[in-house]
């Protein structure tokens, strides 16, 4: 919830600064604030960065394109499943889906379980229901579609391509499967072994090629019309952050928390202060890990729908013959982002894991 209000004010913010050089020498004649009654930038983008129950691709309402994906709830009466098309492309909470006796609505890609007796979602001041609950929502959403089409899709390229061709002939491979060991070789000789070191990083290797291809294909997909906003999600990057976590707390040798917890060689009445600033480091820095992802990825979307949107809130063609070029030349520069941002994760969770097995030379 934190996450969102936080996204929210930023996507003010940036809607501000790029829509202010526009809105100063515009010769329309509407307000600002009529054309925002008229078309509600924040809340599109919203829309099209946050989550979703099914996958939309283009057009609204019942005319819309959209792969309707599973919704699995856990509720007091046990589990309940549908498909997110039985909504009728409603996220406002007025179209009521009956299951096993209650009732559910979608509101805003929240899934609310109705009291018994209440035919309608009804709301307070601050616009909450107050007559409906959340249900534990275990469904297969827009996010965890996309990264089952990931998993897939490397299952292919490594399984189906470039382990068969390695299996079958001894000659270097050719097209796809060239680029991939060339990145394969990478992840090992660039950031793999100068990181952890010659003698352990066979060890990690596996995590470090799962992460790096996962992230750089994620954000790649995620750059298509109607794709889905993954590394851009902040649970998603939170457990990627756990992992290289978990990987520093598992194989954190003996040297590595004598020097985190009792520092040696400095006065003892200092070591407990060191302890508890080194200690709060070894959490700090996956959690910077996972924002930082988190930040570039949904930053890069949130600049080009802006830009977009300056068309429709202005109400002018004229506005495309800029605004269009911009999100053109930051769609191709979120190309590169794409593996940069894949690069640095997979680089410093390296570091930090070196760090952590990495043996010191007693004296």
């Not at 919203?46 to 129950?53: E, F, Q, V, Y």
């Not at 060239?178 to 952890?196: G, H, K, S, W, Y």
């Not at 999600?233 to 707390?249: K, P």
């Not at 006065?267 to 200690?279: M, Q, Y």
Request: charged letters at 15%.
């Amino acid at each position: 919830m934190i996450a969102q209000k936080s996204v929210k004010i930023i996507v003010t913010l940036l809607l501000g600064l790029v829509l202010f050089p526009f809105t100063a020498f515009s010769n329309e004649s509407k307000s600002l604030n009529e054309a925002e009654e008229e078309f509600n930038a924040t809340e599109m983008i919203m829309h099209h960065i946050g989550d979703a129950h099914g996958w939309h691709f283009f057009g609204e309402g019942e005319s819309s394109v959209t792969l309707p994906l599973p919704v699995i709830l856990y509720t007091d009466n046990g589990l309940v499943t549908f498909m997110s098309s039985e909504f009728h492309h409603d996220t406002e909470g007025h179209h009521i889906v009956e299951k096993n006796g209650m009732r559910f609505v979608n509101l805003h890609e929240d899934i609310y379980m109705l009291n018994d007796g209440a035919e309608t979602v009804e709301f307070d001041a601050e616009h909450h229901p107050v007559n409906a609950s959340k249900p534990w929502d275990i469904s297969i959403t827009k996010n965890v579609a996309a990264m089952f089409l990931t998993v897939i899709l490397m299952l292919l390229f490594f399984s189906a391509g470039l382990a068969r061709h390695h299996k079958k002939n001894e000659h270097a491979p050719k097209g796809l499967n060239n680029v991939l060991e060339t990145l394969v070789l990478f992840v090992r000789d660039e950031i793999a072994i100068p990181q952890i070191g010659e003698k352990k990083y066979m060890k990690f290797m596996p995590f470090l090629l799962t992460v790096f291809f996962f992230i750089w294909i994620t954000n790649l997909l995620g750059l298509l019309p109607g794709a889905a906003n993954v590394t851009g999600n902040i649970a998603v990057t939170v457990s990627l952050g756990l992992f290289t976590l978990a990987l520093i707390l598992i194989n954190g040798n003996k040297d590595y928390w004598k020097h985190t917890l009792w520092m040696p060689g400095i006065p003892t009445w200092v070591k407990p202060i060191l302890a508890v600033v080194e200690g709060a480091g070894v959490f700090i820095k996956p959690i910077a890990l996972m924002i930082r992802l988190f930040a570039n990825i949904t930053a890069g979307h949130i600049i080009i729908l802006s830009l977009i949107g300056l068309i429709f809130i202005l109400e002018s063609a004229g506005v495309a013959g800029i605004s269009v070029p911009f999100a053109l030349f930051i769609t191709v520069l979120e190309l590169l982002v794409a593996f940069l941002q894949a690069f640095i994760f997979t680089i410093l969770s390296a570091l930090f894991i070196g760090m952590a097995v990495e043996e010191h030379e007693h004296h």
